[in-house]
Structure formats: C-alpha cells, structure tokens
C-alpha cells in the first residue's frame, strides 16, 4: 500500500524500516518471526533501543518523549515495527498508563513515574479484570479505604498478563461503594514490592504462563500515588480503553504470519503436489489474503478520514477490533493445519536428536499460538462487546 | 496519504443523489420497470445534460476528460438508486472497449454519440458452454483489410437489448479480437431478455455479420482492462446497493414491533446486522481498493491491476451475498414482495456478483496468480 503514501510519507516509511531492520538485534526479530517465546530482558532490550531514538512512546505528549507525528505517521511507525518482527514496546506502559498519567496526572507524579515508565525502568501491570469484573468492568469490587494519607486496599485482580514480571501495577478500585457504580472508582498506583501483595500464576491452554491473578490483602499505599482526582477513574479508563484499540487489529503482524504459513505450504508435500496447491487449502489462504487486504484498507480509510480532521467516535474502530481479531485466530489456525499431525504435539525443539528426523518448521509454535491467540476475541473489548458498540451506533437501540 | 472524494467529485455525489431522490423514487423506478422498453430514455437524456455518460472521455470525442473516479461516483448513486439504464454497459463496458482498441475514426464515430446519450453500446463476450471464460470464443471472423465477417453466438450481453452497436470478441486464426458491429447489420439476430434484476441484456446469434476490428491495440489487453474498469463500476455500484440495503434494513429493524418491542431490541439481530456493518465497510474499502487499482499512475502498476481487482471483487461479492440475504430474513415475509424495496436490491446484487465471474473461480484466479502476500518465513532459506 507503499503507494497511497505520498513522498514524505513514504519516506518515513523506508527510515522506520531501516531503523528497525539495522538497530534491533537480528535474534530478536527471528524470535517474533518464528513465534519464540521472548523473556523480559528481549522486551526489555528492545524497548530502551526504542526509546533512545524516541520511538518507543511517539504517542505521548511531545515533553514527555513523545513525538509531534500524523495519524499516518504513526500507522507506519506500527506497521513497519510488525513487519520487521520487533518486539513491540509494553502496551501496559506505553499505551496505557503512561497516556493516562501523561493527561490526567500531577506535575510531580509525571516527573516521578512517565521517564521510568517509558525506558521501562519500572515495568507496569495492569490491574483493571477482576473475577466478577469481565465486559462489565464498572461492577468491580476492589476497594480503597482512605485512612489518614494511605488507601488500605482489599481486594483481587485477574488476567494480569506478564505481572510475575511486574514492578507496579495501575489498578481500578472502589474508594465509594454508595454511588452509582461507575462514580465510585479510582485510578491508583501500587508498588508490587509492598506487603499484602501476592501474585499467583494461572496455567493457560497454551501450556504457558502468560497470566496471573493478584490478590491485595490490608495493602498500604500512599495517597499520593492516586492519578487526577479521587473517583474519576472511571473516565480516565475509558480514556485508556479507548488508546487500546488503535492497533488492536495488528495488521503488520498478520501479514507476517500469513506469509510464513503461505512459505510452509509451499514446501509441504502432499499426495497431489504441495499444499499451497491443494484446492482447498489455496482457497482457504487465499480468502484470508483478500480479506487482510480489506482491513488494511478500512485502517487507512479510517486513518485518512482521522488526517482529514474528524475526531469523532467511530464505530469502524470496533469494525477493525472484529475482524482483525478473527483473521489472527483464522491465520493461526492456516499453521496448525499446514503442519499436520507433527504439530499436534507440545515439544520445546523441532530438533528430536537420537537419530530422528527434525519436526517441521513451526511445530513449536503452530499449536501453543493457536490457543493463545483465542485471547484476541476476548480482550479488548470482546467481539460481542464490539458487536454491541457497532449495533447501538447503527440502530441507536 | 488523502481516501477521501475531492470537492467535485462530492459535488457530483451529492447532485446526483438529490437528482436521484427526487426523479428515481421507488415509484418513478417502478413505472420504468413496468414499461414496454424497461428504461427510460428521457432519463437517459437527462443522464447525458448532466454530463454523467461522457466523463471519463476525452474532450476531443465529446466528452468531460475527467477519470474513472468521477465513473465511480454516478455508479455509487446508480446503486443506491437501483438505475435500470444501461451505463455499466455503454459508459463504462462499451465506451471503454472502442476508447482503448479503437482507431481514430472509430472513436469519432462512436464516442460523442455515448456521450450526448444518442448511443448505446453492449459488449458481447460470453457464449453458451463458456461459462466466464472469454479469452478463447467460439465466434470466428473471417476477412482482412477492415473488413470482416462475424459467425457465432452470444449470451448474457448485458444492455443488448436496446444496444445501437456491439463490441464483440472472435478468434480468428487462433487470435483473440474485438470487433464493432451495427445492431441493424444483416445477419445478426437479437433476442431481448431480461434479467431477475429488471435490466436488459440479449442473446445474439450471429451469421456472417458485417464488422470493424478494432485494433489499435492488442485486443487481450483491451479485454482485460476493460472487464477490471467493469468490475470496478461494478463494485461501486454495489456499495451504493449495499449501503441502501443495510439503511432499509436497519430502519426495520428499528421501527417493526412484535411481542411489544422493536425487532431491533433483540441481541440475536443486532450481532448480525453489527455483522453486516463490518461486511459494508469491507465492500467499500475493496471498492476503493479496485478503483485505486484501475487508476494507478505508478509505472508499472497495470501488471498488479488486475490480481487487485479480482481480490476486491471476492470481498464486495461475499458482502453482496451476506447483506442481501439477511436483509430479506430481517424483513421477514415483507421483503419476499415485489412491493417492497428491499428485494429490489437483493435482486440487483446476486445478479451483480454473478456478470462476469463467480467468487469461486476468482478465489481460484487469485490463487493461481499467487495470492496478494510473498511467501516468507525467516527459518526458512
């Protein structure tokens, strides 16, 4: 779609691809290319290089590293880093609560927490999910009881991904249990280190630990650690959610993944020829080709009506969270099955040793990532709950 | 990066969807369908006062000199409008054919007559037992020297029925070419038919039919271009369509009651028409898709043009399905009468999927010219 861009455009876009190709080491990127698992320190590693160069928070304001770049600019900066596999900067600092501090928060709790936050020197949970407190997040049941100048926080948060690494964690929790339920609630920081903080794993489907519940039990954490105003949390999640969906639909990192099961289907042998010849299959890759076509081009659609000065609320936006979310669940599914009855088994190496033969490309991945990536309908905003935003704009019912 | 329409071709949409509203109502439609002819040559005329025929032909054959953006547009509101005259068959399909493959004088001779709205043109590409196939006909042409003769047989040649001339495909000597013949040349037999969706079209038998070449250039390329620029219309028109359809649909929806409450109140129809929201805003990026496709400047560009069309064309088609046979199951038994609307459109659109190719054997086109992504995987030399 190189075309659509004009000149300087086009030429952010070859400096980003350069970038990204020549400063994030090369093992990195074959991690994501291949579907590896990345430790902290990959992540860790290639968001400070990011954030030398100033593209690890482009999207925050301009002092506090951000940069003064269009919708467009950012669309590239995005979709070139999914197409050279880099690993992506953590959306819970970068996209989440650094925004949020950054809009909503004090002079002194920006200067404390936004530099660290961007060069990941403090790595950020996300403390929203509870077990009663799924779509409907506003009934959550967490509470934050003021005494003198600490909150002594009760309470439990779910699906915290990657909060065994975490530092700290941005929580959504009651400080007014007798209000109507979404004006009751608070934006509040807490240090993962202070007593009463137990974090638990949860064993996924994928046989990884992604995953983790947090239990508060008499947390003490200082007032001053509550973004804005005390139960304005609401708002300020909204504001977060909101950030959320831009590039929710990865677009870059599907079109690398469809090109990797279209290369193992061409050397897949079959009764009849190789698989990326077989009529069925082809048609199945070749559908999924044309539709990723039509959500790049609904995002730039989206992206040139946003250049052209419209901010208004776009139910279009929860068009490319369906669709985009289903095509990564369609395409992990294309490398499952290309793959066979080899990838039916969980193995750490596609080399077998002892004298028997390497499992094929991907039989490490294809699988675990199938089940993984069920996530994508569910987070988010789940795609029911995007059918539901797209209905209520459609027949206001 | 600029997707939007610039500020004449907003003009055009919004004059013609104004025009449309107020002369091309359900009821004025209505008549028109009803009548001996089935089109209208007074709004044919008036088609042609507003300069709507001749836009993407030069000025020098009575044209407008604008592109095929502006083409895009009037098709959008002729399918919003669901228009029965023949303009993807003259303006885009015809006009075209003689544009690219024809001489100096055939051009002169032809062109400004489409443009002033005094002629109307058909391509005549399918035969019976060919299915889509058109690049190897049966018709054979025989002679030399600008003069040949046609023998053969057509189908499906869409706005045949009132066509002034035709531009058909022969072989001769194994060579694919395209050839202008008269409606009224000796030999040549027409039988009108009409179409589900109340357009015109006609079977053609032909036997030793008097006809021109044109060949001023290679008639594959012609072809192929001309069917991407039917495809793209085609496209266009099929969001005007669609985004009709899902409105009236939408409106039921909102307004019919059973058990005390609008239909629309019930989860089960919102997901699904949330559904065909997603697949409307799909058709209308595959339609750009295509449009930027058929008017791409950049050198080299014609060689992906027509793998681009034919993917948007997979995606349009499948919303056209999707949107059109839920909009009758919304409506319930009203949308299953010729009295209302809605079935108007779904007629319209199964047809339109189906003029010139079927999903299925563009997803296998697509396919064998090797899909829209390069193989890559980084473990793998």
Known sequence: MDTLLNAEEREFAQQMRQFYRTEIPEELRLKVATGQELSKEDMVTSQRILNEHGYAVPNWPVEWGGQDWTPVQRHIWLEEMQLACVPQPLPFNVSMVGPVIATFGSQEIKERFLPATANIDIWWSQGFSEPNAGSDLASLKTTAVRQGDKYIVNGQKTWTTLGQYGDWIFNLVRTDPDVKKQAGISFLLIDMKTPGVTVRPIQLIDGGHEVNEIFFDNVEVPVENLVGEENKGWTYAKFLLGNERTGIARIGGSKVNLARAKAYAAVTKTARGTLLDDPLFSARLTKIEAELTALEMTQLRILSTQAAGSDKPDPRSSVLKLKGSQLQEDISELLVDVLGPQGLDFVSDRVQGQGLSDLPNGAVDALPGYFNTRKVTIYGGSSEVQRGIISKALLGL | ?381
């Open chain 2, 1 to 381: 990066m600029d997707l939007e329409l610039n500020d004449i071709q907003q003009e055009l949409a919004s004059t013609l969807n104004k025009y449309l509203r107020s002369e091309y109502d359900i009821a004025k439609r209505e008549e028109i369908l009803r009548s001996d002819e089935g089109i209208s040559r007074e709004k044919w005329q008036a088609f042609a006062e507003m300069g709507l025929l001749g836009l993407a032909i030069p000025e020098s054959y009575g044209g407008a000199d604008m592109t095929f953006n502006e083409v895009a547009v009037v098709a959008e509101a002729f399918g919003r409008s669901l228009v029965l005259e023949p303009f993807l068959a003259t303006a885009v399909l015809g006009a075209n054919a003689v544009l690219l493959g024809g001489s100096e004088e055939q051009k002169q001779a032809i062109l400004p007559g489409v443009a002033e709205g005094q002629t109307f043109l058909a391509l005549a590409t399918l035969e019976p037992g060919l299915r889509y196939a058109v690049d190897a006909p049966q018709t054979q042409a025989s002679g030399a020297d600008g003069s040949f003769t046609l023998t053969g047989e057509k189908n499906n040649v869409l706005g045949g029925d009132v066509a002034d001339h035709f531009v058909v495909t022969a072989t001769q000597n194994g060579e694919l070419g395209l050839y202008l013949v008269a409606a009224d040349a000796e030999g040549l037999t027409r039988v009108a038919q009409r179409q589900a969706d109340g357009l015109g079209s006609a079977n053609l038998k032909l036997e030793g039919v008097a006809a021109q070449r044109l060949d001023a250039a290679d008639a594959n390329a012609v072809l192929s271009e001309v069917l991407d620029l039917g495809n793209a219309a085609i496209m266009a028109e099929a969001v005007g369509a669609l985004e009709a359809s899902l409105t009236m649909t939408a409106e039921y929806l909102k307004t019919r009651e059973q058990f005390g409450a609008p239909i629309g109140a019930n989860q089960a129809l919102q997901h699904r028409a949330a559904d065909l929201y997603a697949e409307l805003e799909y058709a209308r990026s595959m339609a750009l898709y295509s449009r930027l496709a058929v008017t791409s400047e950049v050198p080299g560009a014609e060689k992906d043009r027509h793998r681009d069309v034919i993917a948007a064309k997979i995606i349009v088609d499948r919303a056209a399905r999707n949107i059109s046979q839920e909009s009758i199951q919304m409506h319930g038994g009203i949308g299953m009468t010729m009295e209302y609307p809605i079935g108007h459109y779904a007629k319209r659109l199964t047809v339109m999927t189906r003029t010139f190719d079927d999903s299925d054997s563009l997803t296998a086109e697509l396919a064998e010219l090797g899909g829209l992504i390069e193989p890559h995987a980084a473990d793998l030399s």
